[in-house]
């Protein structure tokens, strides 16, 4: 997840740097944004699996 995140902050500030055009930035902006909600998503899921699983052991 953090891989992820700082992959992503590392492309967002090179196309910051490279795009003059707002148009391009607030599109780099909506990219990042989506990729790490994805994440998010994706860690926060995983994290649920492991968890009930490991209720699942201690009640069983």
Not at 50 to 60: I, N
Request: charged share 15%; net charge positive; with cysteine.
């Amino acid at each position: 997840g953090r891989c992820l995140g700082t992959a992503a902050m590392i492309l967002f500030v090179s196309w910051a740097r490279g795009l003059s055009s707002d148009l391009n930035i607030r599109a780099a902006v909506v990219a990042v944004l989506w990729l790490l909600n994805t994440a998010l998503v994706y860690v926060r899921g995983r994290a649920l699996i492991q968890f009930s699983r490991e209720t699942l052991k201690k009640t069983s």
